[in-house]
Structure formats: C-alpha cells, structure tokens
C-alpha cells in the first residue's frame, strides 16, 4: 500500500468562518490523468506526512506551505482489489496560510473552485463523500473499496475522530 498525502489550501468567509474556496487541481499525468484532485503525492522514505505535504505542494504548484499551519483532518485508505497497485492510505491536511505564486506544472493544473462549485463528478467517486467534511472541518478516518471496473464504489467507511497529532 503506497503512504501519500493532500494538502488542501483554503480561503476562509471571515464572517461565517467557513471555508469557501479550496484550492484543487486538474491531473496532466500520471495517476489520476483528466481527474480534479487534491494537491499532493507519495511520501519518501524516512519523510512525515507534514514534510511530504509541504513537498509536494511545492513541487505540485510552487505555493509554500509550513508544517505547523497545517491541520490534519483525515486518514483515508483506498482499496482496489481488482488493481492492488493503486491502493493507498493518505493522509489529508487544511492549511489558511501559504506564500508564493501558484503556478501550473508538468503534472497539474492548479484551480481555485468556491466548496459549492466542487466537480465532484470530474474526481474519484470516493471525494464527494469524505472531501465535503474535510472542508467543513470535521476530522475523520475513512476507508473505500472499489469495484472491479476501478471507478464506482463496493463499500464507504466513514468515522468522526477526535484532533488528532502529528509527527513534524
């Protein structure tokens, strides 16, 4: 099982104090290709899911992000038992602050979408039904597995956590 991690910049509504832009992105290669997807990637060896965070959104999009901004809010674990290659446990985080100029790269398209706007029919089908708490800041552990044909869901596994640690 392959250990990776999103990280998902947001814009606040300081008014009502909810998120109401999340920063997603439009795969050009690799795994996911044509999908939106959270910013993010594999963990290396010896690597945090913080330091990896911080990484990939760096080499995904050239924002900088810092470790302590980050908020953890999910471990997800992918399923495909018809594809084993392509399982995962990944390890999502919020983060309010970010520095430099987003920028589109090799591997993705950068697009700031409103929370109302989110194309959840252009992502796996698991997103519209974790990524919706996430964004409304609500930690969770989830767990899909997918059908034989790799895109359509055989079961969801969604609990509410506590806050949660994490190792810098």
């Known amino acids: 099982m392959r250990h990776a991690t999103l990280c998902f910049p947001i814009k606040v509504d300081t008014a009502s104090d909810t998120v109401s832009e999340v920063l997603l992105a439009e795969k050009k290669s690799?795994?996911?290709k044509g999908k939106i997807v959270g910013i993010g990637g594999g963990i290396e060896s010896g690597e945090t899911a913080l330091r990896a965070a911080v990484r990939e959104t760096r080499e995904e999009c050239h924002l900088s992000v810092c470790v302590v901004d980050l908020q953890p809010m999910a471990k997800l674990i992918f399923d495909f038992p018809y594809q084993p290659g392509w399982n995962h446990l990944v390890e999502a985080f919020l983060t309010e602050v970010w520095t430099g100029?987003?920028?589109e790269t090799a591997e993705v398209k950068p697009i700031w979408l409103a929370v109302s706007k989110i194309p959840y029919h252009r992502?796996?089908?698991d997103a519209?039904?974790?990524?919706p708490r996430v964004l409304g800041r609500q930690p969770i552990t989830a767990s899909f597995t997918y059908n034989s044909d790799n895109q359509t869901l055989a079961s969801i596994d969604i609990e509410a956590v506590g806050m949660r640690t994490c190792r810098i």
């Open 128 to 131: 519209k039904h974790w990524l």
């Open 123 to 125: 992502m796996w089908a």
């Open 101 to 103: 100029n987003l920028t």
């Open 30 to 32: 690799g795994f996911g």
